[in-house]
């Protein structure tokens, strides 16, 4: 327990931290990778390069210290990091040093500022927050591993089949090697997957939601390949899975994670909105709220540049056709004329409200998001503009999460 006088330090000088943050966590990396360079094994040096795992991390110890006496209320937010942790494999002496090097680069760009009560009051915090975290990976950890068909840490499988879905969407089918069952999960949870490029000095860890219907004997990835754009490279792992995995090739997967599903016992009609390869949770849900058969409609919107990079759609179209339920339409912004003969193509642009306004029919229903961050705010922000509670607003972004709702 922290005394009174420690969380008061804690919190007058969350403030002072977060100016200094991004050098601070800048120079907490530097010197935790040149020390423990066999953590570069387990974090995405894509996010590091981008400067989004930095923001990711500190932000959350900052948001952890201000409500370091009632951390019960951010529960949320550190669970959805829990899975990730989960996935990724991390342990408790990982925390330790996670801990030193934070604290040493507090007091190194602070200086003289960092006094003693200062680091001591940083030091204890940061115990009571990676005790949290551990707590709860650490039932993580038990569930993953107990449940039937689940494991602990990285399992091997073997590409039973690879699909092109669209220009350059790819699917992989993945059946564990030892030929064991594999663990059930909710639709709109991931896998981790690691793998060791030939050419590359560390193993690359990514997660990828799971696109295909739970219940099978395989999982089932949906990954784009990700060129790069202007400075930035085109994707490690997206690149190595489309040009090197091969059906029969192997490769690591830790069990299902997350927390982006769907709402247990809610009735109300649901609208699914992807944005380019965010579609791949939505394919899942959709699959299971059609199963589910529960009456209720489901709304499936769609945005992508054109039918070319339109993965699932003739699979889409055909469950729209067969279930009234199901209502779909899809938003291209680069539209073939091929597309326009499509029967749920239905805007030439990007979505906006009124558009959202014309094809949902009841705004008071459960919204599913999903695609890159542009996208998920301009989404969000129209939706908030139609009066969509943002209870009801359920996403999940590609890379760190970060936060939608205005600060
Ligand atoms: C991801 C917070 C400790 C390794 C994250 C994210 C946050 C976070 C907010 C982003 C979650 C997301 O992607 O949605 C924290 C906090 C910690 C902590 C507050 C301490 C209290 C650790 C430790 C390790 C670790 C001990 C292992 C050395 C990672 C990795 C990722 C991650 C590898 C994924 C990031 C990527 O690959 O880009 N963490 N973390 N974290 N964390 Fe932690």
């Not at 948001?63 to 951010?74: P, R």
């Not at 199901?326 to 597309?339: G, I, L, M, N, S």
Request: charge should be negative; charged fraction near 20%.
């Amino acid at each position: 327990m922290l005394s009174e006088h420690t969380i008061r330090v804690i919190k007058s000088t969350v403030p002072v931290l977060e100016v200094h943050g991004e050098a601070i966590t800048r120079h907490f990396y530097e010197t935790m990778f040149t020390a423990h360079p066999e953590l570069l094994n387990i974090f995405n040096h894509a996010n590091q390069k981008q400067g989004r795992q930095q923001a990711a991390l500190a932000n959350m110890v900052y948001t952890a210290a201000l409500h370091i006496d009632n951390l019960s209320s951010i529960l949320p937010a550190v669970r959805q990091v829990a899975h990730k942790h989960r996935s990724l494999g991390i342990v408790p002496e990982q925390y330790v040093i996670v801990g030193t090097y934070l604290l040493q680069a507090i007091k190194d760009v602070l200086g003289d500022a960092a006094t003693d009560e200062i680091i001591t009051a940083w030091g204890e915090a940061y115990n009571v927050i990676a005790d949290a975290f551990i707590g709860i990976e650490q039932d993580m950890y038990t569930e993953a591993e107990n449940q039937t068909g689940g494991w602990e840490g990285f399992r091997t499988f073997k590409v039973a089949k690879k699909v092109q879905e669209s220009e350059i969407i790819t699917s992989f089918y993945l059946v564990p090697d030892d030929g064991q069952p594999i663990a059930s999960y909710e639709p709109g949870q991931y896998i981790s997957i690691k793998i060791k490029p030939e050419a590359q000095s560390f193993t690359q860890i990514r997660q990828y939601s799971l696109s295909d219907t739970p219940g099978k004997p395989h999982y089932r990835i949906s990954v784009k390949r990700e060129r790069g754009v202007l400075e930035r490279p085109d994707g490690v792992i997206s690149t190595y899975l489309h040009d090197h995995i091969e059906e029969g090739s192997l490769v690591e997967l830790s069990a299902p994670a997350g927390d982006f599903t769907l709402i247990a016992d809610d009735k109300r009609p649901v609208v699914l909105l992807s944005g380019g390869v965010g579609l791949t949770p939505m394919i899942s849900m959709l699959n299971t709220l059609v199963n589910l058969n529960e009456n209720r409609t489901i709304t499936f919107l769609h945005a992508s540049p054109n039918g070319q990079s339109h993965a699932f759609r003739d699979y889409v179209d055909s469950l729209a056709k067969r279930n009234q339920g199901v209502k779909a339409y899809y938003c291209y912004t680069q539209p073939e004329d091929a597309d326009r003969e499509n029967e749920y193509f239905h805007k030439e642009g990007y979505i906006d409200a009124i558009w959202l306004r014309q094809v949902i029919d009841e705004l008071d229903s459960t919204y599913y998001l999903c695609g890159p961050v542009s996208f998920m705010r301009a989404v969000y922000t129209e939706l908030q503009a139609l009066g969509v509670a943002a209870d009801n607003i359920h996403y999940e972004f590609f890379g760190p999460k970060a936060s939608l709702s205005p600060a």
